[in-house]
Every structure is written in C-alpha cells, then in structure tokens.
C-alpha cells in the first residue's frame, strides 16, 4: 500500500513526498483511513512504529478540510497531550512536517521554560496545540487557554502518564474538553489503570495493534558483552575506537550514572553530553540537538528522559546498565532499526544482572547472541541465561530466584564481608 491510496489531500500528499515517505507503516495504514471516518481510536503501539504519523497527518487532512470559520481568531482545534518535553517537541515538529502545506498555525508548550514566549504565540491564535500536562492546566488556570472549540483530542503515551504520576492531570484536562470530540488514544501497554482510562475517553473505539512489546525488529542486530561493573567504562572507550560508529545512544539505570559516564568520556576527548530528569530543559534540547546533528558523538541518557527520542538513522544502542524491566530493554533498543533500516544493540552484562538478562530473553523469546572476542571479560565463570525452553536440573523442583532476591542476597554478602574487614 501506498500513501497515495490512503486519499489524502494533495498538501499532504507534496509534504510527504518532500520528506521522502511512500509506503506507510502498520500503524500508519489502519490508523488513518479511521481517523478520517471521524472514529475514536485506540492504538496499542510502542515508539518507533510510525504512531506520531498514524494520528498527526489525519488530524491535519480534518482540520483542512472543515475549517471552523466563526471567529475572527484562530482557536485550538486539535490538542495533543504527551508526556515528556521531549516528545511534545517532536510531535510538533512533525506537525510542521506534514502540514506545511496547509496553511495550519501549530505551537507547542511545556514546563521547565519561562512561559513569555509560549502565551505569545498562543495569543496569536493557533489550530493545533502540543503539551505536557503540567503547563497546559496552568496556562488553562491562567486563561491562556481554552478548550472548548476543540475537535480531536490526542493522548499519546497513556501507559508513560501512568508510569509519571500525571494520570491525575489528564482526568482534569478532560474536564475541559467538549463532550462531542473524536478522540484519540496511544499507549505501548494497557495495565488496568490505562484500560479504565481509555474506557472513559473513548466512543466505540476502533482497535488498532502493532508490534508488541514483547517483541524486536529483525532489522536490530543484538549482541551482549559479559562483563564486569568496573570494566564496563573500558570496554565503552574500545568500542568507540572504531571511527564508523559516528553516534550512539547509551542507556544508565540512574542520573548519576549518566553523568559518570559522561565525565569518563570526556577525559578521553569523546564529546558526550547526558539526558536525564535533572537536567534543565534547555540544557536537554540542547543536547538532543546536539546529537542530532552529530557536534555530540554519544548522548547518554535514562530511561525516563529517553522516551520519545526520535534521531533519523540512529545505527547504534548500547545498554550500559541492563534494565531491571524486560519490556524497558525492548522500548531502550527500539530506538534503532526504525522503517526498515539496519541498527546495532549492545549490552552490557554484569554478574548482578543475569537475572534480567534471562528476564529479557524470556520476554523477547529468543537467546542474544555472545560476543566472546574482547579484553574485559570477567573473570567469574561463564553468565548463563538460558531461554524459556532450556530446563537447568532442578528447575522443577527450584524456580530461580527473583531479581529481588538475588539483590537482598548481594546485600548480605556485602554486609557479611564489611563485618569481616572491621
């Protein structure tokens, strides 16, 4: 399927030729031709499938084609809310992207700025409106804002909202909208909280699911180094070595560890710049922008601030730390391999964190492959972590330990060998 036979308009059309899309994803294909029937959607889908197309290009093609022309100036008509700083901007961007043909005025606005410049923009008048959900019910407290004219409404991230805290604000958003809306919904996942939500918001929701979160885009070659904690900022700086990997992503479990790694890099003349929730926000976009377009060669960040980092021909991943959540590894290395493209996903293997790295195997159904052939191989006998069809002996009468377990386990060898040092 092409785009051309989704029958979008034709500024839409030129806009997507310009960017150099013809085929869309999954997503893309079942999403649109629903949204512009005028359903409410629910759409189960992680970042990197194509969901910011899915649900921005109809929402351009609706505003395009019935124009509300009862006011002088201009009112929002179609909200999107999402998460992170981060994400409102892309999703901005790609507003730009599709509708530049159009005619349409779009602003995005978010927390962690001075305001000035984001209610001058909304005093202008505009169409469609990107935010985080903690700016957009202070400029609505403030009367910078009003919602009643809008006519799609967008929850992007639900699942992430819950992971935030800001389930709370967006049930108050809701209280701003108009009854008649179409409205649509995305999460990666639906826990019972999310489910209850979308109930709420949607009406008689068309269902559209894509890759799920279990699984891996065969386009992402992955690999895992076993390796100590303190050799892991040594086999970083041997990787790094080879010149034809001109940018990489690298994820910590903490803030603190982000900025050690980036402190290691630089002593070793590695532009590196990190992510995370500390970070002012200017200091984070500025980042972003900085890997973008490659003046940084390794941008460092946690889980939390990555979510919606969207880099064009991101080749290469590396999970410095393993994370403790199977379906983290799944979102962290989805960052590459995107539209087909080939992308690399390294990770790095502690004695600590075999349990979740059996933990993703099982998740993802599948054994990652061993890169043997380095200098920083531990020393402890060989990390094993076996798939869900490999039975240890035992094993029935034994289920392994819980990744809790083995932490209080550390714990108290550590405390044992603390006493005996005293």
Known sequence: MSFQALNLIEPIQKALAEEGYSTPTPIQAQAIPAILQGKDLLGVAQT????????AIPTIQLLTQHPVQHRAKRTIKALIVTPTRELAIQ??????????????????IFGGVKQGRQTDVLQDGVDILVATPGRLLDLINQRFITLKDIQVFILDEADRMLDMGFVHDIKKILTFLPAKRQSLFFSATMPPEIQKLAD????????????PVSSTADTIKQAVYFVEKDQKNALLMDILKDKSIE??????????????????????EIKAEAIHGNKAQNARQRALENFKNKTTRVLVATDIAARGIDVDNLAYVINFDIPNIPETYVHRIGRTGRAGANGTAYSFCDSEEKTFLRDIQKLIAKNIPVIEDHAFKNSSPRISAPTPTQVRPQAAQKAPAKSSEVSNKSKKVWFKKKAESR
């Open 200 to 211: 709420n918001i949607l009406y008689k929701p068309v269902k559209v699911e894509v890759t």
């Open 48 to 55: 990197g499938t194509g969901k910011t197309a899915a649900f």
């Open 247 to 268: 940018t990489v992503l690298v994820f910590t479990r903490t803030k603190h560890g982000a900025d050690k790694v980036v402190k290691v890099l630089a002593k070793h």
């Open 91 to 108: 999703i901005d961007d790609s507003f730009k992207a599709y509708g530049r043909f159009t005619g349409l005025k779009h602003t995005v």
